[in-house]
């Protein structure tokens, strides 16, 4: 049980920085964190204890896999993760280019 | 040529991977080696010839057996250094010539020295070496020159030159 | 972008072209081992971006020019696209139809058509990431002008 | 095997409050990697080899595309006073993060124990999967077989990010 409580405060911390910070790289560092934390409870959920990992061997066929299911989801979502990222690094770069800072408050006070 | 000597590596780095010498497996080895030799064969060092002169293989093996003793003897040195009480360390950046020619020969030395511990390559420019060495045991050029890259030198040469 | 010191170009010279056979045998046998599409093209984007970074953007003429990646991408999911497509006209109304025959589990040619899914989807996703790393570098380029 | 995910998990969480309170920039973004890498090992230890390669592979890209953005940028951290805004921020975080807190409590009453979980969505995955797609890695059996529809969707998702990336950075045009 102590696993699923971590795994949420991981989830708590990336929402803290998203909330609080105002440099746009954190706040883009702070949603992966939340990314991971979401990965990881997919992960946990499919675990079973003494289960292999699920491939099978057709010459020795063993009884208990671990949950193929979310490790499948888990799976996509990881790619998009990283197409998300990048997307979010394009815009981050655009607006430095344009305004010369990373601070979010002042780029809202500057209007350009 | 070197289209198929990269050809031939790529596809016995396959088969080394999958271990499997079934019809299937190889034709599809040697697609995927195909594409990657039209691909990579560009940036691949550029003098294959050497490949081929079996000598250079006799030298590597003796330069393994070399570079391995001096390995150990470095380590026990380096082992020495950090147990003894006073730490009995003087590090600094020194800079070595080397003979060697070719950039590949260079960069099998520079790692040679980085693998062995105490001497880490920081840099190549041109001729020179630069090494962060743990205890300097002198400054006269020649003499760490020799500490350093006598042991190593003249087999690279004639591994790779 | 200029290139890295000559021990990082020696070693790329040497490793890249092991780092795509490797990408490749994950796509291959991404049905009998740990692997597939996502990772194999994950791997395969990541030799060029080792190229890319050890030998600097002027090396490769490639550079100035995202949109040949751009085609392979739209291609590569045109395909998957199509093979989805396929079991339509071949069986009854299943999107996603695994209609060619199976063949014996634990073989390098089973699976009916996952293995021709993974090798479309590992080229799309190879081709997108590289894409993005392109235009990132095409860009900073740009700006330092 | 709880506790050796628990202490990789708060090495984890170690790392992002790192991240998220470092002055640097730079160091920042390499903290952020270790609740990366921290993810990788948890995955081989829950036994899933596939998202452990994956994500060995897109951390290390995320990096590299993170210090790219970061590299010649100013880099500090601009810290001035805390203001109002800043203050109803912290505010709203603490009150978010109790009333989350509060739901979770009672949602991980209805989770399994972990480690006995008792695979009732998985079962028809498992049980002649490999008759049915003749797959030996199960994983891609569910990702491109009975799920096709999801990995469609993600491809798409992923050629749309391509678009979206290539229209942000290249507003210019060729000249």
Not at chain 2, 72 to 94: E, Q
Not at chain 3, 85 to 112: D, E, H
Request: charged letters at 15%.
């Amino acid at each position: 049980m102590i696993v699923y409580w971590l795994c949420f405060i991981l989830f708590l911390v990336g929402l803290y920085g998203v909330i609080t910070r105002r440099n746009l790289v954190k706040i883009a560092i702070s949603l992966s964190i939340m990314e991971f934390s979401t990965f990881l409870f997919f992960a946990l959920v499919g675990y079973i204890d003494g289960g292999v990992a699920p491939i099978v061997d057709p010459a020795d066929p063993v009884k208990v896999y671990v949950d193929p299911l979310p490790q499948a989801l888990v799976l996509t979502a990881i790619v998009i993760g990283l197409a998300t990222t990048s997307m979010l690094m394009a815009v981050i770069i655009r607006l430095y280019r344009k305004y010369g800072t990373f601070d979010i408050r002042e780029i809202k006070n500057l209007r350009g | 040529m070197r289209y198929i000597t990269v050809f031939i590596l790529s596809l016995i780095f396959w088969l080394l991977l999958t271990f499997k010498l079934t019809v299937p497996n190889i034709i599809v080895g040697a697609v995927a080696s195909l594409i990657c030799s039209l691909i990579f064969t560009r940036f691949f060092i550029s003098n294959v010839y050497k490949l081929l002169q079996p000598h250079r293989y006799f030298w590597f093996i003796i330069y393994l057996v070399v570079f391995i003793w001096e390995c150990i003897k470095a380590n026990l040195d380096v082992a020495y250094r950090v147990l003894h009480p006073a730490m009995p360390i003087r590090p600094g950046i020194v800079k070595v010539k080397t003979t060697l020619k070719s950039d590949l020969a260079k960069t099998l030395l520079a790692n040679s020295i980085t693998m062995t511990p105490g001497t880490i390559t920081v840099d190549i420019i041109d001729d020179y070496l630069y090494i962060h060495w743990i205890y300097v045991r002198s400054e006269d050029p020649e003499v760490y020159t020799g500490l350093i890259t006598g042991a190593f030198e003249k087999y690279i040469k004639r591994i790779i030159e | 972008m200029k290139g890295m010191t000559l021990i990082v170009k020696k070693t790329t010279q040497l490793i890249a072209g092991m780092v795509f056979m490797y990408g490749i045998y994950i796509i291959v046998h991404g049905h009998l081992t740990p692997g597939g599409g996502f990772a194999g093209g994950v791997v395969i984007a990541g030799s060029f971006i080792l190229l890319i970074l050890a030998f600097g953007s002027d090396f490769l003429n490639l550079v100035k020019e995202e949109s040949g990646s751009t085609l392979y991408e739209n291609l590569a999911i045109l395909v998957v696209l199509f093979l989805a497509v396929s079991g339509l006209l071949f069986g009854t109304r299943v999107f996603f139809l695994n209609w060619f025959p199976k063949g014996t589990v634990g073989q390098l040619v089973s699976a009916g058509m996952l293995p021709l899914y993974n090798i479309f989807v590992g080229i799309e996703v190879a081709a997108s990431i590289l894409t993005i790393f392109l235009a990132l570098i095409i860009f900073k380029e740009e700006i330092s002008e | 095997m709880e506790l050796a995910i628990s202490v990789i998990v708060g090495l984890m969480i170690l790392g992002a409050l790192y991240a998220i309170h470092a002055k640097d920039l730079l160091s920042a973004v390499i903290a952020s990697g270790i609740v990366g890498y921290g993810l990788v090992i948890c995955f081989l230890l829950l036994k899933a080899p596939d998202l452990a390669i994956v994500q060995i592979v897109v951390e290390t890209i995320t990096l590299i595309i993170m210090v790219a953005v970061v590299f010649d940028s100013s880099r500090e951290e601009s810290f001035s006073k805390p203001d109002t805004q800043g203050y109803v921020s912290a505010i709203t975080a603490v009150f978010l993060i109790i009333v989350l807190f509060y739901f979770f409590k009672i949602s991980v009453s209805a989770l399994d124990v972990f480690g006995e979980s008792t695979l009732r969505m998985a079962g028809p995955y498992i049980e002649g999967a490999t008759e049915k797609t003749g797959s030996a890695n199960l994983v891609t059996g569910v990702v491109f077989d009975f799920r096709g529809y999801d990995t469609l969707g993600e491809a798409t998702v992923l050629v749309t990010a391509v678009l979206g990336v290539l229209t942000i950075l290249r507003l210019k045009g060729k000249k």
